[in-house]
């Protein structure tokens, strides 16, 4: 499979998952170690103010981040949140933009960013560290049509 494939294949996959359809969270553009997302309208309530809850913004980073780390995991493993930080800047009104980076990673942790920005105002900042598990999934043999490839795949994305 090509490098434009896996990626077509992986955006493909994080836009089916439950979270994305619940909070309208879209991955728009992915490479290994970053991801880019929007949020055009929050389908949950509003502050008065207009602004996505800071508590739906934690979840949707820990999104971002959590299938942002996937992308540099060995095969058979998936991202645990250890920490996760946010600096709630301004107020978060949609339309938002948020881009995920890989600052660094090991076997054992990987250390992410995200900057939510709405329109070009940077709205918050969350940094967090993810820890690589594979000791509760599936085994291939057990696994059903609709989980994804990533869960099992033999390499890491874009090799």
């Known amino acids: 499979m090509t490098v434009q494939a896996d990626t077509e294949a992986y955006i493909a996959w994080v836009n089916s998952l439950p979270l994305a359809a619940s909070f309208g969270i879209k991955c728009v553009e992915a490479a290994r170690g970053s991801t880019t997302m929007t949020l055009v309208a929050s389908p949950i309530a509003t502050n008065p103010n207009g602004a996505v809850h800071g508590g739906v913004v934690s979840a949707l980073i820990d999104h971002a981040m959590g299938t942002t780390a996937m992308t540099v995991m060995t095969a058979r493993a998936a991202p645990v949140t250890a920490t996760l930080n946010i600096d709630y800047l301004a107020p978060a ?6 881009r995920t980076t890989v600052l660094r990673h090991s076997q054992a942790l990987v ?6 920005r709405s329109g070009e105002r940077l709205v918050d900042v969350g940094t967090g560290t993810f820890v690589p598990r594979a000791d509760y999934l599936l085994d291939p043999t057990e696994a059903t049509d609709d989980l994804p490839a990533y869960y099992f795949a033999p390499r890491r994305f874009g090799d």
Do not use: A, D, S, Y
Not at 93 to 98: N, R, S
Not at 111 to 116: D, E, L
């Open 93 to 98: 009104v949609p339309p938002l933009t948020l």
């Open 111 to 116: 250390f992410m960013q995200t900057h939510v």
